[in-house]
């Protein structure tokens, strides 16, 4: 298996996971180039971020529908509208509502608009020369917890203490030393640059990043092309690799 990592979005840029053969190790990078300069070739990226966006009409992505239904509620509410691609125009809030409802008819969320640079990012990167030798796919931290947890959905939010024992339990399941982990990142960074949560949904996307294609799935199952030829797709797994270290 080549190398694998788990990325979720935080405060002071990116917190990762990445397994090399039977190490796993953890940090910060400001952005996706500082992440991938010190990765091999031929990494597998999998990163809490809407990858691949329509461009108009009325209708949203399937990938996010399908992730929504599978969660139910309360879950699925984790799962909101990614933005449309003209939306990664804007700069303001209000800028980014405008153009939101000329390409969709819809206002965009302001949880969507506080991670649009990151969005923006992302596909932005994907659409460069800089990822090639890289293999970078979207995932959705509570669809991952779902599918580890044989297609239920987590009981408690992840934002209180009873959710994230919950989800630490889950993924002691599947990689023996998670609780080690955790913990060593708690201690090494500010909540006020990687919260708790991030913490979590970095490591259950290593998880599914270590995972053989083989076991992979993805929402929907056949996933559609956005304009720009980038898979619109939710990956996650029910059988990962179980490993010790």
């Given at each position: ?17 990445r397994k090399d053969q039977t190490s796993v190790s953890f940090g910060v990078a400001s952005d996706l180039e500082e992440l991938t300069s010190v990765l091999p070739k031929n990494s597998r990226i999998f990163i809490d971020i809407p ?195």
């Amino acid at each position: 298996m080549n190398t694998a990592v788990g990325v979720d979005g935080c405060k002071a840029g990116w917190f990762y996971f990445r397994k090399d053969q039977t190490s796993v190790s953890f940090g910060v990078a400001s952005d996706l180039e500082e992440l991938t300069s010190v990765l091999p070739k031929n990494s597998r990226i999998f990163i809490d971020i809407p990858i691949g966006l329509i461009d108009s009409g009325s209708d949203e992505r399937e990938c996010d529908k399908a992730a929504r239904k599978a969660l139910g509620r309360p879950r699925g509410s984790s799962v909101f509208p990614a933005p449309a691609y003209p939306v990664l125009k804007a700069a303001e809030y209000s800028d980014a509502k405008d153009l939101s409802v000329i390409a969709i008819g819809k206002k965009l969320s302001k949880q969507a608009f506080n991670i649009i640079n990151k969005i923006r990012e992302v596909n932005n990167y994907l659409l460069s020369s800089q990822n090639a030798g890289y293999t970078i796919r979207e995932i959705h931290p509570e669809l991952c917890f779902w599918g580890l947890n044989k297609r239920q959905p987590m009981k408690h939010s992840k934002k209180c203490s009873a959710g994230f024992e919950e989800r630490l339990t889950l993924l002691e399941n599947h990689l023996s030393n998670s609780r080690d982990l955790t913990n060593r990142a708690l201690i090494k960074f500010r909540r006020s640059d990687v919260a708790k949560d991030d913490i979590l949904d970095a490591l259950v996307g290593m998880v599914v990043a270590s995972t053989f294609d083989n076991k992979l799935k993805t929402l929907p199952a056949t996933p559609q092309l956005d304009s720009r030829g980038i898979p619109m797709e939710i990956v996650y797994t029910e059988q990962p690799n179980n490993y010790a270290r």
